[in-house]
């Protein structure tokens, strides 16, 4: 069981740094707040490019005690499909040692655009008080063949001209921000056995620091910050892991694993104003760097 969660926390990984990247962009495009009771609404694509070490898992390096295999390297969720095969020897107190063969997936590479986890995304951002803009994404539970998915979001950002004084008038806005939002999924492994399914959860908290030029058709932005994000996964049910003597050799809920990724990044974009329509593009410098674009509505 030990070697299992092992294999399923390095297959697993480079989902939830991808997932804690797309969390954590598309944001803001500028710095500048709103007025009060201004408000955007935004819609968007985020693209984390996986990169090529990501793909792979060193089974070597992975410290298993029971599981071997003759090959030195495996698919993580993001490599190719060709799946790995895993043996060991089955004890019980009843019987001699049973050699048993466990089959690790291959990836889904083949079925990505480009090798990544493209996420959309949609987002509102509402003027308050004291140059502070209140941004709120949320997705409702969407349920679709034994897949189940949702989403929910908020942040907080505070420019900070402000407090400068006459400076406040110039094109230049700095501000920042600060928000938290989680994805919440699961996996149904079999629909004649409902209960054996797998949840994915991840959260992400974001704070940035982002400096813009806002003139009256264009906008350019920079920003530097900090993101931290937790994935837990959880393989529930019961399974059959191998025949001894006759007798099933069950396994029940027998994979919990908690993944916590920590990264600073840098940012840097440009949006085009056409009235209240606006069309922006952004990138971000990080482990997985990232493309994100789309369209807002902004008024006031």
């Known amino acids: 069981t ?38 955007d609404f935004t819609i968007g694509l985020v693209y984390p490019r996986v990169p090529d070490a990501a793909k792979k898992i060193d089974i070597e390096g992975l410290g298993l005690t029971s599981l071997t295999s003759d090959k030195p390297t495996a698919s993580s969720i993001f490599g190719p499909s060709q799946p790995t095969d895993f043996t060991y020897k089955l004890t019980t107190p009843e019987g001699p040692s049973v050699d048993q063969k466990v089959t690790m997936p291959g ?82 492994l079999s629909s004649a056995n409902p209960d054996q399914k797998v949840t994915y959860d991840v959260g992400a908290l974001l704070t940035q620091l982002t400096a813009s030029i806002d003139l009256p058709i264009v906008s350019v932005m920079a920003g530097f910050g900090y993101s931290k994000g937790t994935a837990n996964m959880d393989m529930l049910g019961n399974y059959t892991v191998g025949l001894v003597n006759n007798t099933n050799i069950s396994l029940n809920d027998p994979i919990s694993i908690e993944q916590t990724y920590t990264g600073t990044h840098g940012v840097v974009g440009i949006r085009f104003s056409f009235f209240v329509l606006k069309t922006f593009v952004q990138y971000t410098i990080q482990e997985y760097n990232t493309v994100n674009f789309g369209v807002s509505f902004s008024f006031r």
Request: hydrophobic share 40%.
């Open 107 to 188: 990836g889904i590479e083949d079925d990505l655009i480009s090798n990544s986890f493209i996420t959309p995304y949609a987002q509102l951002g509402v003027g308050l008080f004291f140059d502070t803009d209140l941004i709120v994404r949320y997705v409702p539970n969407i349920e679709n063949s034994g897949v189940e998915f949702s989403m929910y979001g908020f942040g907080l950002k505070h420019n900070l001209m402000q407090y400068f004084g006459p400076l406040d008038k110039l094109p230049l806005n700095v501000s920042a921000l600060a928000s938290y939002s989680k994805l919440s999924s699961s996996y149904e």
């Open 2 to 39: 030990e070697d299992y969660k092992i294999l399923a926390d390095a297959y697993t990984a480079p989902l939830g740094q991808s997932l804690t990247h797309s969390l954590s962009n598309g944001w803001l495009t500028t710095a500048k707040t709103h007025k009060k009771l201004g408000v």
